[in-house]
């Protein structure tokens, strides 16, 4: 079988126990996908199977077998340039060193699908209804797994409100 990442079909590693993070940095040369703890605790990893977020670092590749993942870069296109979340963190200082930023984007934009969709956080007040109001609340909440240990927070916080909103480029 195969893995489609970014649009490409590839094969799987010939090892079952190769991580899917792994896979991506060592095998196909994606180095946009951090490694940060390798236990799961931090999310500079995150990238997108399916359409739900995923600690690639504590994936196998195998599970993505026929599987759509999205990184970092998949998420540019050569046409538009940079995803409008991606210009939406440069506009809102949403980094500084920048490691935790492709796994905070690629959440944000699984993130996004989830509000949409309405699906209920741990800070969501009525389960049935879904997320209403208190938008900053449900971003952090929902965020609260990728850390940034630069501080940029804030900056994070803001660009992803601007394309929930619809203001992003």
């Known amino acids: 079988m195969a893995i489609v990442i970014n649009g490409t079909n590839y094969p799987l590693p010939d090892d079952p126990r190769v991580s899917l993070l792994d896979f991506l940095r060592e095998r196909l040369g994606l180095t946009g996908t951090k490694l940060g703890c390798n236990q799961g605790g931090c999310g500079a990893c995150t990238v997108i199977l399916d359409g739900t977020r995923v600690l690639s670092c504590l994936t196998l590749a195998v599970q993505a077998d026929g599987r759509d993942v999205l990184t970092i870069e998949g998420l540019a296109s050569d046409q538009s340039g940079l995803h409008p979340l991606q210009q939406a963190f440069i506009d809102h200082d949403g980094l500084q ?15 996004i699908g989830e509000l949409r969709r309405g699906d209920p956080s741990y800070v969501t007040a009525d389960l049935v209804e879904g997320p209403k109001g ?6 952090r909440e929902r965020m609260s797994g990728n850390l940034c240990r630069c501080g940029a927070h804030n900056g994070i916080v803001a660009a992803i409100e601007q394309m929930l909103n619809g203001e992003a480029p």
């Open 97 to 111: 060193c920048g490691y935790c930023t492709p796994g905070q984007i690629c959440s944000a934009v699984a993130m």
């Open 134 to 139: 208190g938008l900053r609340q449900e971003i």
